[in-house]
């Protein structure tokens, strides 16, 4: 399917941010923001309240126009293209937003089955067929699938959201805070099903997250936002180490260390098993 | 038969190429022609080789199980050790994912039971509106003399900024419409009366008609389109923010903090615009009565003044408070009946103006024949 696409090669980043600039007004959300998502690989975008994480995602799935910068996605830049084009390359993403978005108006089932039968060409049986597997994939129980979004917890709207930003199974996930509102149990399987589904996939996933067991269970890299661009980029060890007040705060707080024994036990325990 | 996905000899099925969602149609059509399963839904008897697939992503995988079976899907590891162990993962997973029975059938009932079942859920429901309203009347009536004799609890400011809204921003669109219908009641008063040599009584007909009738009624119609949705859509959209939750958990009062402005609101909004709109439709009476019917301006004022006594003026006035109060607190109710989807917004939007207008027009009417019936 990606051969077809001469502006693709396969050892590309997917996604190349560069000399980003956002504002709002005279407040300066990034200033020479510089950011690499290498194919196949699950980056932690962490940082502050209000250090532009979430708009920084905005600005790659192009709900957000740059002030400036360059921001190219599987080898193209989209502000550049035409509403065709545009619409192409967007519905090679999944993205799972901050409150789940889903659409209240239709129930589970055809939420998830909407990108199938519009993008995909499905007949309606086979896309409500496939997204009741979605939703069970998710781990939601089948009585849910004609549930509406407003009957739902907190917990099962993100789960579903999960579920139709991979209904089309995307080259490029973005999770907005996934986790956050899970319970410590969900929160677990949530990270374990990300890296079953993305090794099968393949997919790359952008993941804005504070859920620091995510970012020991599941990135493979993690980048921290602060002072308006990306302070550092590396395997979570490294990053750890970094000298910076914020991060050492982050990554050794209590909280931090709680999730680094934790990840540590777990995968020693792990590796006596097998 | 040979496909591009499947290929059988004899006991043993290849599958081969990408199953992938792309190509999920021609992979099911492909199936079916093939025939490989031995009963419609159950899973095949024959060997599968899952060895020559090159790609393969969640609805690939999701024919697979259903080709194989979930037990066969779940043990794959032992049977096709040569398929990567990512796949071997997915198939896992999803075959984990469709081990219970996903179908749910919403329950069904015949055509005829639906039928009685939606009427009469519309009569519970019409029912328990009027019942919902009154009680709500009720709620704020009360609140209201609560909080008359502790001026602490009168939110001003929240009240002069509804009056903003409501009252002062709707006065150019009253004034123009009340103008232009002044002008057509006058046309047609002329065209009529002409034919009597009776068309200085023109200035009779514009004059009762809006001091009575027209002047409240359209500037009350007018609001019940522009601000009972607005109340509606305010309270709707801080209903599902869960706002109104967050207020009752802080011991607040929503009716007094929300409701009780807009109804202040309204009450002092809705009788200056009813002033405002006779005043216009008297002007646009009077422009056509001099323009096209040689009655000076100052005739017409003469005429209105000998003529026409400041009873209809008071009685049409009379209705201004009654009408803002039913469609302020129609407006805040239906806000109050949104449940978090958008549709609720708009069904409840769309509700509250159709129940302001026809509260309106109803109330209209039996005031109509009330005061016919005193005389006044």
New interface residues.
Partial sequence: ?DSDKPTEQNDQPVIKVRGLVNRFGAHVVHENLDLTLERGEILGVVGGSGTGKSVLLRSIVGLKRPNDGTVEVLGTTLNELNEAQRSQIERRFGVLFQRGALF??LNLQENIALP?IEH????RE?AE??A???L??VGLP??A??Q???SLSGGMVKRAALARA?A??PDILFLDEPTAGLDPIGAAAFDQ?LV??R????FSVFLVTHDLDTLYAACDRVAVLSQKRVLVVDTIDKVAETEDEWIQDYFHGPRGRAAQSAHTASSTNAYTQE | MPSEWIARHDQTVTLKG?W???N??HI?AALQQSDTRTEPGKPTDATVSLDAIT?????G??LIVELIGVEKAQAVADWAAELP???Q??LV??AE??E?????D?PSYSRINQALASVGQHMVGLWSQQRQLLAFIGLVVATLFQLVLRPRHWRLTATVAHIQQSGLNAVPIVALLTFMVGAVVAFLGATVLQDFGATIYTIDLVAFSFLREFGVLLAAILLAGRTASAFTAQIGAMKSNEEIDALQAQGLDPIELLVLPRVMAMLISLPMLAFVGMLSGLAGGAMVTSLSLDISLTQFLTTLQKDVSVTHFLVGLSKAPVFAFVIAVIGCLEGFKV??????VGEHTTSSVVQSIFMVILIDAVAALFFMEMGW
């Fill in positions: 399917m209240s108006s199938l995909a060409r499905l007949p086979d067929h496939l009741r597997v979605k069970a994939l089948p009585q699938a004609l509406f979004p407003e991979l089309l199974d099903l079953t589904l090794d099968a996939l393949g | 990408e992938t969602l792309a999920y149609r099911k790609r393969l992503d969640t609805a995988a999701i162990k990512e796949q993962a997915l997973r999803i994912a469709m219970a029975p996903l179908d749910v919403p449940s978090g989807s958008a549709q609720s």
